[in-house]
């Protein structure tokens, strides 16, 4: 998981009466649903920077992968519920979720006297990530450019997940950036931001010059 800076939370337990092209790789998630929830996080709170967005969307899609985990892991399995008044604290929402379920998935190892995942290895390497079967994730759809490709929404979260595991955040060294910067640990460097046109996006920055990783190449989401 990606360790954002500190703010302050803004979530509240619930309360009874209420109900619960500049020639970079691009990753991108666009059409008219796909982001849809995004879209509502921003109805919510109008006032949220590009950056927060994006800390959002990264804390989402890894509260998200998770949870998922500890749901096939153990029967029953259910994040607390809460209630946020700000994007902080739906980042910091979203942030309890992950390390809850996770160290709900460790007590089970430990009590099956499984490997610990704290000894497991570490983040995928970058192209694992994007081209895990060798190829470049997802498919180019009817009347789209060679350099562009379709994944599904959970395949876009799970590359944003998986790219920013273990990353450091970073400021754009450019004002008109709308969003932030990761760097690995093996040295690539991600942006994540707000495109008008094509909603969240991924921008490979430095791919260390992975071959297979042309640039211009763009992935969007199909839902």
């Given amino acids: 998981m990606v360790a954002p800076a500190a703010s302050a ?23 008219p649903n796909s982001s849809a929830p995004r879209r509502s996080i921003l109805a919510r709170f109008p006032e949220a920077t590009p ?17 998922a985990k500890a749901e096939a892991a153990i029967p029953g399995y259910r994040p607390r519920p809460s209630l946020t ?11 309890a979720d992950a390390r809850d379920a996770e160290i709900a998935i460790e007590e089970v190892l430990v009590r099956q006297g499984r490997e610990s995942s704290a000894t497991r290895a570490g983040p995928r390497a970058f192209a694992d990530v994007l081209m895990p079967q060798g190829t470049i994730v997802g498919r180019r759809s009817k009347g789209a450019g060679m350099e562009v490709r379709t994944v599904s929404r959970a395949e876009f ?13 970073l400021a754009p060294p450019r004002s008109n950036y709308k969003g932030l910067w990761y760097r690995r640990a ?38």
């Fill in 9 to 31: 939370s803004g979530v509240r337990a619930p309360a009874a009466t209420k109900p619960a092209s500049d020639g970079r790789v691009r990753v991108a998630q666009a059409g």
């Fill in 51 to 67: 950056a927060q967005e994006v800390r959002w969307a990264v804390s989402n899609a890894n509260a998200q992968g998770a949870i």
């Fill in 85 to 95: 008044e700000t994007i902080e604290g739906e980042i910091a929402r979203n942030e």
């Fill in 157 to 169: 979260d799970r590359v944003l997940r998986e790219l920013t595991d273990g990353a450091t955040e």
């Fill in 186 to 223: 093996d040295g690539t460097i991600i942006g994540v931001r707000r495109s008008d046109g094509s909603g969240l996006t991924i921008d490979i920055i430095d791919s260390q010059r992975s071959p297979l990783l042309g640039p211009g190449t763009r992935i969007h989401s199909d839902d």
